[in-house]
């Protein structure tokens, strides 16, 4: 006895295969995690070291060096880079593809710690920060007419990031680019010369009068008494008010020297949101978690706390990854709608009845909703690549099915009852059917184990592909057979539609026979037409154009600008107004923000959705680069979102230029490849990393006359960087 017979005569134990199939995927469904693409662990971990007032070579030279030559002996590092900038030592360290993250941070601090003893004593320590391959699915814009951006960012800090926090799905709720209050002390030198007064001295008065104590508490027979003694001071008119120095009865304060205000800690930052002044807070969706889901139940929060919030205070999604995910899974639903209505018609077409299509129409929803279960199994996830593979599958996973439907018919045809010819049927394609799956699937399959960035993004895909394979096979040996003879009927005689098929497939036949005659009778010019074909495949390959991915339209644009060296905040801010203006003429665009840094603006230009717009995001990318080409004191390059992740988005085109000459030298080599790539007129935009030729103030000390006056070199240096360095 077959194989395939159990389940003919045993049609119980063949429905009950199949139901166990389909809720098994069922249920693996609801726990499977949507995503957008496959999760790949890319990281990149980034030491930032602050040494206020240093110049960016004595950053460099005192502290990124040391820093990174021990860094770079980690293991798990695929490459580092670092840069130099006054006050700021920044190493970005890209961990290896689907390296353990933990593993390789937990040594770039240990790392660090072995390199203090070489730092300069004034530098703050080191923060090391960590930025997963996930970018985050929401940016959510606050902008006021009324309040300005520290306390924009106090109340997202009090009142509306906890509460984001703290929904289900949400990973982390960042605020981003805030300026934080501090109280700000403005020295006047001028004042302090009057006064006879140093910055030392104002410096140990502030730590005099504005400390945190902890004094403890008082006992009583029965009580405890916890006492608070209020040091600090939060008060700009109270920081005014501290006493600095006191001769007898007279009094120097802080406000005779200074001018006290309740500011930022810092002002080199700006954000913009529709050309209004703002904040951002991102929204990263936890591990597991359905990004639909997390985006709908964010948005019904803030319109919660909406009603909350002070009166002008507005906050507006500027970035949404979530409308492309449902779009893009919602595209991917109705291909596989399609693909299974023409599968359908195609079935019809040539068996002629609607008895026979229901068959391998059956093992279509069973193939892919039971692949699902071993997809959990496996922690995969339903992502866009999964959802392609089985738009794929659909076309795959019904021939398995036709194959054991096609020779059942034929013998029942030939007047076999169902029964018999699903017996007989059944045993003479057992084989061929199981080779055939095995094939399909050992075609497949071997994808996953492709290494790098293409095998991680496509092993999904591949194996939910062969997996859709296997239980198709598996669908096509028990289910099919079943239902062939309880469904099936001797045919009497065919419809008007079938004999017509027949008539065209019988002409087909008869083109294709004088075909192959003619090949045969010149058969020279058919080696001819060969060899042409097999030698111009290689020259077609090296034309072809080749990419990791096509550029997608995801209704986002990217937008970085480069100021020139020795532009300042106050140099961007000023072109700010510029770039709205120029972007508000393209009708094609929703929103935009931008972040402004003095030495950088980066920031998106969101595009209506695809149904509100005719033209294609890489044409309005053209326009957009187009338009902020005439901004005279900026570069500007606008380009679209890596396609699939783990890929960098940015300029195309990157290289690096080494040289054992000092950075004078390079930045001057680094300038003429600048300029003959601009000459060229190839390139609509070029830049470079190093900034060599930023303009500094150097301030030599006269060594002798110092020591004639008594000033230690030291103290000088302690009194440039109370002014300068912005000292906490």
């Not at 006290?260 to 050309?275: I, P």
């Amino acid at each position: 006895m077959s194989f395939t017979d159990v389940f003919i005569r045993r049609p119980v134990l063949a429905v009950v295969i199949s139901a166990l199939l389909l809720v098994a995927g069922l249920q693996s469904f609801n726990r499977l995690e949507l995503r957008q693409f496959p999760e790949v662990e890319k990281s990149l971990i980034i030491v930032q070291t602050a040494y206020p007032g240093a110049s960016a070579d004595t950053v460099q030279a005192y502290v990124t060096d040391a820093l990174q030559r021990r860094i770079a002996g980690a293991r798990g590092i695929d490459y580092l880079t670092a840069s130099s900038a006054p006050g700021m030592s920044t190493i970005q360290v890209h961990v290896r593809l689907n390296e353990d993250t933990s593993m390789v941070q937990n040594e770039v601090i240990a790392k660090i710690s072995e390199a203090k003893y070489e730092l300069p004593r004034e530098i703050e320590d080191p923060v090391v920060t960590t930025s997963q391959g996930d970018d985050a699915m929401m940016y959510i814009a606050f902008t006021s007419e009324q309040l300005n951006t520290k306390q924009i960012t106090d109340y997202l800090h009090r009142a509306i990031q906890p509460e984001l926090a703290t929904i289900e799905g949400v990973g982390q709720a960042q605020v981003l680019s805030g300026t934080v209050f501090a109280m700000r002390i403005w020295l006047q030198p001028e004042k302090l010369a009057a006064y006879n007064i140093t910055a030392a001295e104002v410096n140990r008065a502030l730590q005099r009068n504005n400390v945190r104590a902890a004094p403890g508490g008082v006992e009583s027979a029965w009580t405890r008494t916890a006492v608070d003694v209020e040091t600090d001071i939060e008060d700009p008119e109270l920081f005014g008010e501290i006493i600095v120095r006191q001769n007898g009865d007279q009094r120097v304060r802080l406000k005779d020297l200074a001018r006290v205000e309740l500011g930022s800690e810092r002002y080199n930052v700006t954000v913009y949101s529709e050309g209004n002044t703002g904040v951002f807070l991102s929204i990263t969706s936890a591990p597991g978690a359905n990004p639909l889901a997390v985006a709908q139940r964010v948005k019904q929060k803030l319109a919660d706390l909406a009603a909350e919030m002070p009166a002008d205070l507005v906050a507006d999604a500027d970035s949404d990854a979530s409308i492309y995910i449902e779009k893009a899974i919602e595209e991917v639903g109705m291909t596989l709608i399609e693909a299974t209505f023409i599968v359908i018609g195609v079935i019809l077409l040539f068996l002629g009845s609607w008895r026979v299509v229901i068959i391998p129409l059956v093992a279509i929803p069973l193939s892919l909703v039971g692949v699902l279960f071993g997809l959990w199994v496996v922690d995969f996830s339903v992502n866009l690549l999964t959802l392609l593979a089985m738009v794929i599958a659909i076309g795959l996973v019904v021939d398995d099915a036709i194959v054991v439907v096609e020779n059942i018919h034929r013998h029942i045809e030939e007047g076999k009852t169902p029964y018999e010819a699903a017996l007989i049927g059944a045993r003479e394609v057992a084989l061929p059917v199981v080779a055939m799956t095995l094939t399909l699937a050992a075609v497949y399959a071997p994808i996953a184990f492709v290494g790098g960035l293409t095998g991680t993004l496509f092993s999904e895909f591949a194996l939910t592909l062969a997996g859709a394979v296997v239980v198709s096979g598996l669908i096509a040996l028990t289910l099919s057979p079943m239902m062939c003879s309880k469904i099936l009927r001797p045919l009497k005689e065919q419809g008007k539609a079938a004999d017509w098929v027949d008539a065209q497939f019988h002409r087909l036949d008869r083109i294709y026979r004088r075909g192959v005659d003619a090949c045969l009778a010149n058969r020279g010019a058919v080696w001819l037409f060969a060899g042409v074909i097999f030698l111009s495949l290689p020259m077609s390959f090296l034309l072809a154009q080749r990419e990791l991915a096509p550029e997608e339209d995801n209704a986002s644009i990217f937008v970085f600008a480069s100021p020139p060296d020795y532009a300042n905040i106050d140099y961007v801010n000023a072109y700010t107004q510029q770039m709205i203006d120029l972007w508000r003429t393209i009708p094609e665009i929703r929103t935009a923000w931008q972040v402004n840094q003095q030495d950088q603006i980066f920031g998106g230009l969101e595009l209506k959705l695809w149904d509100e717009r005719e033209r294609h995001q890489s044409e309005i990318i053209a326009e957009a680069q187009q338009k902020y080409s005439t901004v005279a004191g900026l570069e500007i390059y606008t380009f679209a979102w890596a396609a699939l992740p783990g890929v960098d988005s940015g300029l195309p085109v990157n290289f690096v230029v080494a040289s054992t000459d000092d950075y004078a030298q390079l930045e001057q080599v680094a300038e003429e490849l600048l300029a003959k790539a601009r000459e060229s007129g190839k390139f609509i935009f070029v830049n470079k990393s190093l900034r060599h030729s930023r303009p500094e103030l150097k301030v030599h000390i006269d060594r002798e006359q110092a020591a004639a006056l008594g000033v230690k070199c030291l103290k000088s240096l302690k009194l440039c960087k109370r002014f300068w360095a912005m000292v906490k």
